[in-house]
Nanobody
């Protein structure tokens, strides 16, 4: 079992920044890839970014590439998402997800554990 708890969401103006954190507990996540997804009102949950267990490989959705950075600290069992140059279209509930795979993957079905989500609202 893996428990994931996100934090760091909030209200920010367009062009601003936020840093999301995802604290994992229950078992180590150091051998598994992690990811962030987001779900906007009326839309399906979509992939945002993923990182390998070592942190040596990352992958981003085109919509956030160059603005968002995913990172992890295995000693703290924590994954981060630094979000810069935020846009109103980034408004969504952001979810942290865990997969038993070690490689990055964008497939939602590959992730078996999810956090409860944290709301990010970007005003124009």
């Amino acid at each position: 079992q893996v428990q994931l708890v996100e934090s760091g969401g909030g209200l920010v103006q367009a062009g601003g920044s936020l840093r999301l954190s995802c604290a994992a507990s229950g078992r180590t996540i150091s051998n598994n890839a992690m990811a962030w997804f987001r779900e906007a009102p009326g839309k399906e949950r979509e992939f945002v970014a993923s990182i390998t267990w070592s942190g040596g490989s990352t992958y981003y959705a085109d919509s956030v590439k160059g603005r968002f950075t995913i990172s992890r600290d295995n000693a703290k069992n924590t994954v981060y998402l630094q979000m810069n140059s935020l846009k109103p279209e980034d408004t969504a509930v952001y979810y942290c997800a865990h997969t038993t795979k070690s490689a990055v993957t964008t497939t939602r079905a590959a992730y078996g554990y999810w956090g409860q989500g944290t709301q990010v609202t970007v005003s124009s």
